[in-house]
């Protein structure tokens, strides 16, 4: 579907859209339309009366993708849609090195909506390389995952890197290595260096590669690139539109090396359509004219903290909530490393009467709207939350424009 005919589906069909796009002309180009904002997004992507999709859901799969109990985020494939993702990511998997005959180890999340576990079966059953499929998910036991490994002879593993080195752990503190895992597929979170010197421990001379890079809200987006060393290029797949723009102009970057925020427009999608979304990636070209990019880390749409998304919206009304009128001048969002593990750090701004109770206070409340951090947090994949508090004027704030920068990504490559 062109660029044209996607706009005119969504301003007939959908609601929310038609409203977006009243003031503009008849015919616009891409650059001319909006981009998306989340909040009215997600407020008209509702479970009863929707006001974004362009029909009735009549056929495919749904899926989480965030938010908090009160108000989840979800996203609806029709049957065509999501086999022609399937399909079309799988065409990645050469290029991360899967070769006929390899036995892959599927530990992605299964179950409660979630989506990464069935959409990895299928691209693996669609691919161009002919595998053997170990469907063992990311909740079995650790030691019935090593044995499985070693008893049908695992050649690739697929899973989160927390996933991955909590089971790389296992296997140094039990059989010390597994020699013929030869691949590392990773997806969902970022892989950093500090993980690499278990996994070649664990599993030595595997080549840890991206599995592709996809959200379940901004769908598949770009699949790894044959003979590339940085695990954080890929080239942007077919049907898809990727943008990198400029984070305070909003300009399209072509150039390469400029960093900017992702937006995506999905030509493939349209009961759900995604035109010009922000996915929450920071982002910069490698070669404009072949498509390929680097990814660099979050934007300040939602906080990725191991494999755990904690949007920034949702953020501030915990601690709006926390506080009960008390004066929060600002709140700043860090990612961090600490022990090989990501941290979600919340620091604030203002001056309050008990900081240690009201940290409490966001903490527990934290864990009560998002228990899929809390339940992280106590399987030990990810750190606990952390409170700072910066005054009134300890906030990092942009030199350029003055505003307050929402989120700080301190993790590093």
């Given at each position: 579907m062109s660029v044209s005919a996607l706009v005119d589906l969504v301003r007939e069909r959908s609601p929310y859209y038609r409203e977006l796009y009243a003031e503009l002309p008849p015919a616009p180009d891409l650059t001319d339309l909006p981009i998306v904002d989340h909040a009215g997004y997600w407020a008209a992507n509702t479970l009863r009366d929707n006001r974004l999709h362009t029909g009735e859901h009549v056929g495919g799969l749904v899926f989480k993708t965030g938010g908090t109990t009160s108000a989840p985020r979800v996203s609806v494939y029709t049957r065509a849609e999501w086999r022609e993702m399937s399909e079309t990511f799988s065409t990645g998997l050469v290029g991360a090195g899967l070769v006929d005959g390899d036995r892959v180890a599927n530990l992605f999340y299964a179950g409660e909506l979630y989506s990464s576990f069935i959409f990895t079966l299928n691209t693996l059953q669609d691919a161009p390389v002919d595998t053997v499929q170990l469907p063992i998910a990311g909740s079995a036991p650790l030691e019935f995952v090593a044995k499985t490994l070693a008893e049908f002879g695992a050649t690739v593993l697929a899973a989160p890197p927390t996933s991955l080195c909590q089971l790389a752990q296992h296997v140094v503190d039990t059989v010390g290595s597994l020699p013929l895992v030869r691949i590392v597929l990773f997806s969902g979170e970022a892989f950093y260096g500090d993980q690499r010197a278990l996994i070649n421990t664990a599993f030595p001379g595997a080549r840890v590669r991206s599995i592709g890079y996809a959200s379940v809200d901004g769908g598949i987006l770009g699949g790894p690139v044959e003979g590339e060393q940085d695990a954080r290029v890929h080239r942007v797949f077919p049907g898809r539109i990727m943008e990198i723009l400029d984070i305070d102009s909003g300009e399209p970057i072509q150039q390469a090396g400029r960093p900017g925020r992702v937006v995506v427009t999905d030509l493939v999608r349209t009961l759900q359509p995604v035109v010009r979304y922000p996915v929450g990636d920071l982002a910069e070209w490698t070669d404009f004219e072949s498509r390929t990019f680097r990814l660099l880390g979050r934007s300040d749409e939602g906080a990725r903290v191991g494999p755990v998304t904690v949007y920034l919206d949702d953020l501030r009304s915990i601690v709006e909530g926390a506080a009960?009128?008390?004066?929060?001048?600002?709140?700043?969002v860090v990612l961090r490393r600490k022990d090989a593990k990501d941290q979600l750090v919340l620091r604030l701004g203002g001056t309050v009467t008990?900081?240690?109770?009201?940290?409490?206070?966001?903490?527990?409340?934290?864990?009560?709207?998002?228990?899929?951090?809390?339940?992280?947090?106590?399987?030990?994949?990810?750190?606990?939350?952390?409170?700072?508090?910066?005054?009134?004027?300890?906030?990092?704030?942009?030199?350029?424009?003055?505003?307050?920068?929402?989120?700080?990504?301190?993790?590093?490559?």
């Open positions: 009960a009128g008390q004066s929060i001048t600002g709140i700043q008990g900081e240690q109770e009201l940290a409490r206070a966001i903490a527990a409340r934290l864990d009560e709207v998002r228990p899929m951090f809390a339940d992280h947090v106590e399987r030990g994949l990810i750190q606990p939350l952390a409170v700072e508090w910066a005054g009134t004027d300890g906030l990092k704030i942009n030199p350029r424009t003055g505003k307050l920068v929402r989120l700080l990504d301190e993790r590093g490559a």
